[in-house]
């Protein structure tokens, strides 16, 4: 069975600093992996996915992540990070031809203006 | 856009009640989900369907049993409610992974349960 993990509860950094939040996935066969955002008391929005091709891939708000199948990791990262950004962040993956969707623990990303 | 409506925000429901939540989505995805979500323990999978009628047990399905007659409908069924089961559930729909490449889930607002 698919697995997530999201190794930090929570990831402080200065507004206009690079933000990072890690994810490393365990599936058999090819990954599909996903970033998701949740703000107070409202369900989860998508990011951002890879399924296949370039390893970086873009997403909304400008968040990114990079696909390495090496350290089986899919870290999401953005350049200069905002106030607005503060929010939980869900890692998820399922496998080619299982579409059972597992997810991390999710990260709490505090933004410090 | 995609989207997956939960009938209720919020619900208060007594001790050995039988609950339904509802779930909605306009998209004719095949893929529907139901996850608790705990603080501290992320988003933990009840049941999913990947077709009428059809349904797989996710990671924690004992005291919860659903029904999915209609593509667009898929119901969370908590058949004698227990104060354990006070969480925050989120409903989620996505197309079918095999051949496709738009396979991200929607998800609802959620619903706040509370037994009392």
């Known amino acids: 069975a698919q697995s997530v993990a999201q190794p930090e509860d929570q990831v402080n950094v200065a507004e206009g600093n690079p933000l990072t939040v890690k994810c490393t996935y365990s599936?058999?066969?090819?990954?599909?992996l996903f970033w998701y955002v949740q703000y107070p008391n409202r369900g989860l929005q998508f990011l951002l996915k890879?399924?296949?091709?370039?390893?970086l891939v873009k997403g909304s708000y400008g968040f990114e992540a990079e696909f390495n199948k090496s350290q089986t990791s899919f870290h999401l990262k953005k350049p200069s990070a905002l106030v607005s950004d503060s929010a939980l962040y869900f890692c998820?993956?399922?496998?080619?031809?299982?579409?059972?969707?597992?997810f991390g623990k999710g990260n709490q990303v505090v933004v410090i203006p | 856009d995609v989207k997956v409506t939960q009938s209720s925000r919020y619900l208060v429901k007594r001790t050995g009640e039988k609950v339904f939540l509802e779930c909605v989505q306009d998209?004719?995805?095949?893929?529907m989900f139901w996850y608790r979500q705990d603080p501290g323990l992320g988003l933990r999978l009840i049941y999913f369907?990947?077709?009428?009628?059809?349904?797989e047990k996710g990671d924690i399905p004992e005291g919860y049993s659903v029904s999915r007659e209609k593509k667009e409908r898929f119901s969370l069924i908590l058949e004698s409610a227990s104060t354990n089961q006070t969480s925050m559930y989120l409903c989620?729909?996505?197309?079918?992974?095999?051949?496709?490449?738009?396979?991200?889930?929607?998800f609802g607002q959620g619903t706040r349960l509370t037994v009392v």
């Open positions: 989620a729909s996505s197309l079918s992974v095999v051949g496709g490449l738009d396979t991200e889930a929607f």
């Open positions: 599936v058999s066969g090819n990954p599909y």
């Open positions: 890879y399924i296949t091709g370039d390893n």
């Open positions: 998820a993956v399922l496998s080619y031809g299982n579409n059972r969707l597992a």
């Open positions: 998209m004719d995805h095949e893929n």
């Open positions: 369907s990947y077709d009428v009628k059809m349904k």
